[in-house]
Structures are given as structure tokens and as C-alpha cells.
């Protein structure tokens, strides 16, 4: 069965042909980080008319890359949630016009079991159930995945995800955007253990997260510095602070992991590329005899191989959407069906 993807939540237009869910014939991506990387940040407005301009491309390329055409598709599959809302509303609406034109099911794909389905890609032999980390700009979750289709979030941040955390302790470091690599390349050249940084204690459920008091302690401490006239190594500081974030990442897992009886783990997201956060996790894994699974670094950022990897599953499961569906800028993961969705028995 093969699937098309695609996927416009941010700032990269995406679109690929996976097979089977875990066979990718395509993967092609259109990245907005130069225009983007002016501003220090992605622009909503202008990420929204990049995908105008570059999706009917990216689709186009994807299939002809992939050797078929639109009959030999089964589905369509398209991210709706969660994201900038003009950004997804482009794939949305390109997917909708697509699906009606050709009599191809669309299937509405959430963001998060995107990022999870990256893993069957890397990892075909992997099955649910586990326990999976999900962390990118705008998430940090810790997620029972039940099955391909059932999830449940027992852990989350309660304010800043670590991808937007990295980011802005980047922009106050003098790194360009995106932060979050240029953090993890300085990070390799400085002393961990040269600036201690606050673990933020938290109440109620054990297994979230809270980055903001680490992200402001960082730039205070950069900031003082300044005002001091003082230098502090950016190496060091970058070593340290991604240490703590890894630190922290792991902490949480491995106590879900122990409390909820899950031996089987995985890591997805854009900031599951970092290597600090994948050696931490990895050597925790490793101590306590856990199967750990992580997605190659292609399929850790955005991309339509993992819309299209979930979407088979998604679409075998019967969950298809009409004309009517439309894109959401939040959504839990765990509510993802309960709306937009209707059982296809074609």
C-alpha cells in the first residue's frame, strides 16, 4: 500500500511515498532556514506563503522521485494538527483539492504520531506497546503508545518545550537560528560541568516537564555577565546547558519508564537529532537493560516520509476525513480521533 504524505506545520513543505508504512520510495523537503534565520525565528505569515508557493513542487517531485503517479496512490495523507494554523491550513487545503480531484481517501494525521511513526521507518521491527519521548520546538511529551493508533500523554511541559528552549538560549548566545544544532556543535568543544544550572521542581504529576526557569537562569546569567563586563566561555555554557537539558529529559523517562513497567523506549522529534540528549538517553537505556529506538537523523525534523509512515497506519485503522476537515493549532495527541474522522470501509 502506498501513502502519500504531506506535511506543512511549520517551515518546511514536505512531501513522500512511503510503502507499507515503513518502506520510503520518496522523501523531499522544501526548508524555509535561510529566509527564516534573517528574523531569528520563523515567521508565521511568510512561512504560510512559502508553502503556497513550493507545495504543488514538493508533491510533484515526491511522486515522480518515487517512480509512480497519483493512480498508484492508495491515500492521502496530511498533517492537520497541531501547528502554525496558516501553515497547516496550505497542506490542508492542498491535500483536500488533491484527495476530491483524483477519489484518493484523505487521512488527517496528527503532528506528534508523525514524529513517533518516524520510528517504524528506522525501525521496522518496532511495535507497540512502548513508551516514547516526544520532543521538538513546540512539544515535550512522554506518550504510552498503546498501539500504531492509540495513545495516551502521561507527561508533558507546562510551559517551554526543550526545542524552543535550545532556541532561544541560542539567539541569547549568538548563535544563528536554528539554535539548536549550533548549541550542539558548541556543546562538543566545552566542559559540562563548568556552570551548575537548576533542575525546576515540580508539582502534581511526576513525569512533567518545565524549561522556562532553566531558559531564564541561562540568560540571566549571560546577561549579568555582560553587565559585569565579564566573558563566559559560550562553549562551556552550551556544554552545561545542553547537559542539563539531557539531564532532565532522561530523568523523567526512565522514572516513567520504571513506574509504568515499560522496557521498550523511544525518542522522536527535532531535538532527538541533539547527540547530547540521544547518549543520555542511551546510556540510561543501556544501565537498565531497556530497548531504546530513535529515528535516523533524516526523519528526526519535519518531513512527509512520517506523515505518510502514520497515515498507513492511520488509514488501515479506517480513520479518514472528508471535505469538511479542517487544520486545529492544538490538539492533544490522545484526543487526535475524536474529531474530524469518520470509519472508511472502502
Known sequence: MKILGIESSCDETAAAVVEDGVTVLSNVVASQIDEHKLYGGVVPEIASRRHAENICGVVSEALESAGVTM????????????????????????????????????????????????NYISHPELEPPYLCLVISGGHSHIIEVKTHTEFHVVGRTRDDAAGECFDKVARTL????????????????????????????????????????????????????????????????????????????????????????????????????????????????????????????????????MIASQGYFDFKAGKVAGADLNALATLPIDQMYNVQCTMYNG
Open 71 to 118: 493512480d498508484d496512490i492508495d491515500a492521502v495523507a496530511v498533517t492537520y494538527a497541531p501547528g502554525l494554523i496558516g501553515a497547516l491550513l496550505v497542506g490542508v487545503s492542498y491535500a483536500k483539492g488533491l484527495s476530491f480531484a483524483t477519489g484518493k481517501p484523505l487521512v488527517p494525521v496528527h503532528h506528534l504520531a508523525g514524529h513517533i511513526a518516524a
Open 174 to 305: 549568538g548563535f544563528p537560528y536554528p539554535g539548536g544544532k549550533e548549541i550542539d556543535r558548541a556543546a562538543q568543544l566545552g566542559n559540562k560541568n563548568a556552570f551548575k544550572l537548576p533542575h525546576p521542581k515540580l508539582t502534581g504529576c511526576e513525569y512533567d516537564y518545565s524549561f522556562s526557569g532553566l531558559k531564564t537562569a541561562v540568560i540571566n546569567l549571560w546577561h549579568n555577565a555582560e553587565q559585569r563586563g565579564e566573558e563566559l566561555d559560550v562553549n562551556d555554557l552550551a556544554a552545561s546547558f545542553q547537559k542539563t537539558v539531557s539531564d532532565i529529559l532522561s530523568e523523567k523517562l526512565m522514572l516513567a519508564a520504571e513506574n509504568l513497567g515499560y522496557k521498550k523506549i523511544a525518542v522522536a522529534g527535532g531535538v532527538s537529532a541533539n547527540t547530547g540528549v540521544r547518549d543520555k538517553i542511551a546510556h540510561e537505556c543501556k544501565k537498565r537493560g531497556y530497548e531504546l529506538y530513535m529515528p535516523k537523523f533524516t526523519y528526526c525534523g519535519d518531513n512527509g516520509a
